[in-house]
T-cell receptor, first 111, second 113 residues
Framework: AQSVSQHNHHVILSEAASLELGCNYSYGGTVNLFWYVQYPGQHLQLLLKYFSGDPLVKGIKGFEAEFIKSKFSFNLRKPSVQWSDTAEYFC?????????FGTGTRLTVIP | DGGITQSPKYLFRKEGQNVTLSCEQNLNHDAMYWYRQDPGQGLRLIYYSQIVNDFQKGDIAEGYSVSREKKESFPLTVTSAQKNPTAFYLCASAVGISYNEQFFGPGTRLTVL
């Protein structure tokens, strides 16, 4: 069965620390990958997406993610986090007819 | 101003009552989705629809029903058969099924008293 795994449930960082959130998917075919973010009290919104081409994709607010096909991974990174990055982050992958979401990672950035 | 609207934002229901959550989009998207979000469980798909008058069950469809009479609208009914209905419900839409970015509404928080 298709699934998406996010290994970190809650990450706490100080401002200016570097961030890497793990995401692994299980699907043998062509897959499109997404990272969504949910800021407190706001809509779920797209951070970045990978469909094809350069496996290093850049998104909004300085986030980037790298697609590593051999590892079935699509980890999210940011070199230096800010307090405003405090949010919940969801990785998602396309399946046959819909998106599969991971369980989410809550990021808390301490000023 | 294009987007997805969900109403109401908060909804309270007594046990044994059915309740319908509204979802409307003016993005001219063909596909629409309903998810349930619970703490620590991420988003789980309830139902989705690729075109008008057609919809498919997702992973957790039991106790829910939907209709898609218009392209813009995809209401979700939480029936009394749903054993644990208290949750945050998110509606989304996409240009086409699965391979495209999904756009999300603000959500409805349902509490069963």
């Amino acid at each position: 069965a298709q699934s998406v795994s996010q290994h970190n449930h809650h990450v706490i960082l100080s401002e200016a620390a570097s961030l890497e959130l793990g995401c692994n998917y299980s699907y043998g075919g062509t897959v499109n990958l997404f990272w969504y973010v949910q800021y407190p009290g706001q809509h779920l919104q797209l951070l970045l997406k990978y469909f094809s081409g350069d496996p290093l994709v850049k998104g909004i607010k300085g986030f980037e993610a790298e697609f590593i096909k051999s590892k079935f991974s699509f980890n999210l990174r940011k070199p230096s986090v800010q307090w405003s990055d405090t949010a919940e982050y969801f990785c998602a992958a396309t399946g046959a007819n819909n998106l599969f979401f991971g369980t989410g990672t809550r990021l808390t950035v301490i000023p | 101003d294009g987007g997805i609207t969900q109403s109401p934002k908060y909804l309270f229901r007594k046990e044994g009552q059915n309740v319908t959550l509204s979802c409307e989009q003016n993005l001219n998207h063909d596909a629409m989705y309903w998810y349930r979000q619970d703490p620590g469980q991420g988003l789980r798909l309830i139902y989705y629809s690729q075109i008008v008058n057609d919809f498919q069950k997702g992973d957790i469809a039991e106790g829910y029903s939907v209709s898609r009479e218009k392209k813009e609208s995809f209401p979700l009914t939480v029936t009394s058969a749903q054993k644990n209905p208290t949750a945050f419900y998110l509606c989304a839409s996409a240009v086409g099924i699965s391979y495209n970015e999904q756009f999300f509404g603000p959500g409805t928080r349902l509490t069963v008293l």
